[in-house]
């Protein structure tokens, strides 16, 4: 039966809007929101997810697995993501698309000098913008005839927009607040990569209250007070 199923899927073709049929994603992302994003830009894509919240998770699992995309946050809680586009740029299994993927523009450059074959800038919401940059990092051999027909056109319309599930973002405004329980006020270390993950997350909420406070422009206990704000207040119900 399971041969059966498989010679339907590779003789029934992508239909229209879903150009990355029968592809495998790997998402390298440490927020749950933006994640839930890419899982809605597959789903409609044709495309399966995979996801890794970490460098070690996703060294674990490109060990065993062989995906034909994988997106990549340079922000991640064991290490820049640079490093791993890298290493999948110089060794023999390199994926065949490698894209890069932050909420700050400036970095397209660090992960494009890395390796990667494009970059996907934060948020990522538009369904024509993110198949056309799958689509021009793949290699030809990897996509159907009909591919690049079926793509989603730029600027189709409210449908070409996706709204990840808000629970997504309630989930990574709790574990910021998590993180700046447990970093030291002296710990730069920790508290660069949770002022880098609530930036990101911030961002992809439209959020720019957040965002800016993100950036270091306010104080420890003042950045979790928003982040508690948003969890606790009045606007909590905009969150699910």
């Not at 574990?175 to 961002?203: E, N």
Request: with cysteine.
């Amino acid at each position: 039966m399971a041969d059966d199923f498989s010679e339907f899927l590779s003789t029934r073709g992508p239909l229209p809007g879903q150009p990355l049929f029968g592809l495998t994603v790997l998402v390298v992302e440490d927020s749950r929101f933006a994640c839930e994003a890419m899982r809605l830009l597959c789903q409609r894509s044709g495309a399966r997810l995979r996801r890794a919240d970490c460098l070690r998770s996703a060294r674990k699992h490109l060990a065993t697995y062989r995906p034909a995309v994988v997106i990549i946050d340079l922000g991640l809680p064991d290490g820049a993501g640079e490093d791993l586009i890298a290493e999948l740029a110089a060794g023999p299994a390199r994926a065949p698309a490698v894209i890069g993927t932050s909420g700050d523009p400036d970095r397209a450059g660090a992960a494009l000098a890395a390796g990667a074959a494009a970059f996907l800038p934060k948020p990522i919401e538009s369904l024509a913008a993110f198949q056309r940059t799958v689509l021009s990092a793949l290699p030809e051999s990897l996509l159907s005839p009909t591919a690049r027909a079926v793509a989603t056109p730029a600027g189709a319309g409210a449908d070409d927009a996706i709204a990840p599930d808000r629970v997504a973002l309630r989930d990574d405004l709790a574990l910021a607040v998590r993180l700046l329980d447990d970093a030291g006020p002296s710990d730069k270390a920790a508290l660069g990569y949770v002022s880098q993950f609530l930036r990101g997350v911030a961002l992809s909420a439209h959020d720019e209250a957040l965002a800016k406070a993100a950036t270091g422009q306010a104080r420890l206990p003042d950045l979790r007070a928003l982040v508690e704000d948003r969890l606790t207040g009045p606007a909590t119900s905009g969150l699910v």
